[in-house]
């Protein structure tokens, strides 16, 4: 839509009451879309416990600024003519999104993280994002309301939104999360000797599933994902499942080898994990409105791109 070239409103200048019901309407209004009826007067009297003059006030200030167009049609009432999403946040009295991300440390994962920063960046959405190893960190985050979102593989996402009040928003092509056939076992190239100890990073569902699947009648030793190349050299683990396209501290991968995954149920698994998704708590809100406005396949461009 149209926006106004320059926006004399202020929101430090309308009263406390005012400003609390032009939030509400913000907010309400991003899950509203063109071509859809408005609330009536009453209706927004009804929700925001103010008067009809404070209503209409509210939607003036609305239109003014650019957020939305209304066309009335008399006794039929009010349609949404157009909305501008981020204008609309703007006025909705939230803060930045925070999306909370797998650590950078492959090809996929910095797709993922330029491609939605990118995204947010063309739609004028706030966000910020922050990385955490561990799905299980991550979803732990999410129930508690410490970021928006979480982006994982869909395999674990669905287990997870299965038992927990989440739901996936996005699904990306297969191949976003791990490429083919980048997923395989790390180990010391001068050891032949068979797999006795495992290295397994115990906050990742992905990891643990594949650990179990590609290696039997072994130990295990719980070790960050991003410090298993170090352990392997120094010999504190045999071998570990590893993403080849990560990136690998210098001076200690030309004594490491990356073999594929032998084991078919592995095979199977890692190929079910490599779509990436976003997950969003399941309370249908502002942070869902903004969610599904976001073009997939703007960001699997982008991705294909840095990749």
């Given amino acids: 839509m149209t926006k106004p070239s320059s926006l004399s409103i202020s929101l430090d200048d309308l009263y406390p009451k005012t400003l609390s019901v032009v939030h509400h309407m913000a907010r309400t209004l991003m899950g509203i879309q063109p071509g859809e009826q408005l609330p009536t007067i009453q209706d927004w009297m009804a929700t925001t416990v103010a008067g009809a003059g404070t209503i209409q006030a509210g939607l003036a200030i609305l239109e003014k600024a650019g957020a939305i167009q209304v066309t009335s049609r008399g006794g039929q009432g009010s ?12 006025f909705s009295g939230l803060s930045s999104l925070i999306g909370a991300l797998p650590l950078p440390y492959s090809l ?3 797709g993922i993280a330029t491609a939605l920063e990118r995204e947010f960046q063309v739609q004028n959405l706030p966000v910020h994002l922050v990385y955490v190893n561990g799905s299980d960190v991550r979803f732990d985050g999410l129930l508690h309301q410490r970021w928006d979102f979480v982006v994982t593989s869909r395999w674990v996402a669905e287990r997870f939104v299965s038992t927990h009040e989440a739901m996936i928003v996005h699904h990306f092509s297969a191949g976003t999360y791990y490429a083919k056939n980048s997923v395989g076992v790390l180990r010391r190239a001068d050891d032949p000797e068979a797999i006795r100890t495992v290295g397994r990073d115990e906050s990742s569902g992905d990891h643990r599933a594949l650990s179990e699947a590609e290696f039997s009648n072994v130990r295990w030793v ?7 190349p170090w352990v392997i050299h120094r010999r504190t683990v045999d071998a570990a499942i590893w993403h080849s ?4 501290p210098m001076g200690i991968m030309d004594d490491l080898t990356i073999a594929p995954l032998q ?3 592995a095979k199977e ?12 708590r399941r309370a249908i809100d502002a942070t869902h409105h903004v969610l599904h406005a976001l073009r997939v396949d703007a960001m699997e461009a982008m991705h294909a791109a840095v990749i």
């Avoid at 349609?79 to 703007?90: C, G, I, K, P, S």
């Avoid at 396209?245 to 690998?248: N, V, Y």
């Fill in 269 to 280: 698994l890692a190929e079910r994990m490599n779509e990436a998704v976003i997950v969003a």
């Fill in 245 to 248: 396209t990560a990136l690998t």
């Fill in 108 to 110: 996929e994962f910095q």
């Fill in 263 to 265: 084991q078919d149920n």
């Fill in 79 to 90: 349609v949404l003519q157009d909305r501008a999403l981020d204008r609309l946040w703007e």
């Fill in 222 to 228: 719980n070790v960050p994902y991003g410090q298993l």
